[in-house]
């Protein structure tokens, strides 16, 4: 059994998949490698590691852990310095003339980064309501080279049929990228559903502690792996030994987390539609969600992740500022509770574009706290 945990559970596989007893010491933790350089015994003779913007072992033993949480044995990970890092890096291996099919769904700095940079260098690409794969397919063309989505989306927490979607792209032979962050590995497994790449801002779930800036990229194609690691070798996008032990301490314990996320954010969300000063709330987890019934099938839970809409824009921003437990804060993942505007905050680049935020929405990102006292606090602050 030692080293090798194909054939056990999540939760055994987090706490140990690439991560054996370091054989010099015996630590069980895995060290953190805080070198630059490695001595070698002859000119490109050593023990597999030369350069730590190449490769690090503390980050190697992450890479393994997501690969293995991802897709099993056959996957192949690849640690940055954060998830925009992973995303642009993966997009490094399009070319000029390029085309990519964008939820019209998404965290407000990946759309930043195809509206105002991407498109400089000749990437093309088109925004589609994939919970519509059929409406969706008229954005594919002959250059379209990935389908990109994220689900639940951010932040308005819709879900798209990653199934569906993976027939979509491969029509084309292009590929299918799934942004898992607000689901987490525990919840949903897009390789398993047929999408070729999975990304993950590790600064979220994964890390789960508001402590770690991350990224992490899954895929089970050997060829894709290499050619994304020679583009992140020569832009370094990479991640210090520190940061992935870090991201590592948090995925031990992810599976307890995302347990008392998910109790929690269906208690608030519930919560939250009797309450007269909300409008409608977003969860897939309620049975009024239109895609409940899909998110019950791909997904093994619901997610920490709830999005309200309020009476108004004044009325959403008071609300942000009124709370106590809740901290007013971008990002999301955490044990503790979050709360923000993303119109304002997180999706402020959406502003003036064809997905521009609604004024009235508030996004939670709702933590481990005790259950009765985020009620209390959002009670409060609904006034």
């Known amino acids: ?63 393994k852990c997501i690969a293995s949480l991802e897709g099993g044995e056959d996957a192949l990970g690849l640690g940055f310095a954060s998830g925009m890092a992973a995303i642009t890096t993966l997009l490094y291996t399009l070319r000029p003339g390029d085309h990519v099919v964008l939820s019209d769904d998404v965290y407000g700095g990946t759309y930043r980064l195809f509206s105002k940079i991407l498109v400089n260098y000749g990437i093309e690409y088109s925004l589609a309501d994939l919970t519509d794969i059929e409406r969706a397919s008229a954005k594919i063309n002959a250059r379209t080279r990935m389908v990109w989505l994220e689900t639940p989306t951010n932040p308005w927490l819709k879900v798209i049929d990653i199934s569906e979607a993976a027939k979509l792209a491969h029509s084309v032979n292009a590929q299918l990228v799934v942004d898992n962050t607000f689901a987490s590995p525990y919840i949903q497994r897009p390789l398993e559903l047929g999408a070729d790449v999975v990304v993950h801002s590790s600064t979220k779930y994964l890390g789960g502690h508001s402590d770690v800036v991350g990224g992490l990229l899954v895929t089970k194609d050997a060829e894709l792996r290499d050619r994304i690691a020679f583009h992140q070798n020569a832009v370094g996008s990479t991640p210090g030994p520190f940061d992935c032990w870090l991201v590592m301490r948090g995925i031990k314990t992810l599976p307890v987390r995302m347990r008392a996320h998910q109790e929690n954010a269906l208690a608030v969300a519930q919560f939250l539609t009797q309450h007269p000063q909300v409008e409608r709330v977003l969860y897939p987890g309620l049975v009024s969600h239109p895609q409940h019934e899909l998110a019950t099938q791909q997904m093994s839970g619901y997610g920490g992740m709830v999005s309200f809409i309020g009476r108004s824009e004044q009325a959403a921003r008071q609300i942000v500022a009124r709370t106590k437990i809740f901290t007013l804060a971008e990002s999301l993942g955490g044990v ?44 409060q602050a609904l006034g």
Do not use: C
Request: hydrophobic letters at 30%; zero cysteines.
């Open 1 to 63: 059994m030692k080293g090798n945990y194909n054939n056990t559970g999540f939760e055994t596989r987090a706490i140990h998949a690439g991560q054996p007893a370091d054989p010099t010491t015996g630590a069980v933790t895995v060290p953190i490698y805080q070198t630059s350089t490695y001595a070698q015994e002859a000119i490109g003779q050593n023990k597999g590691y030369e350069y730590s913007r190449t490769h690090n072992p503390t980050r190697t033993a992450l890479e």
């Open 336 to 379: 503790e509770s979050l709360i923000e505007h993303p119109g304002a905050m997180t999706h402020a680049s959406l502003a003036g574009s064809p997905i521009e935020m609604h004024p009235a929405l508030v996004r939670l990102s709702v933590g481990i706290e005790t259950t009765q006292d985020l009620l209390a606090d959002l009670e």
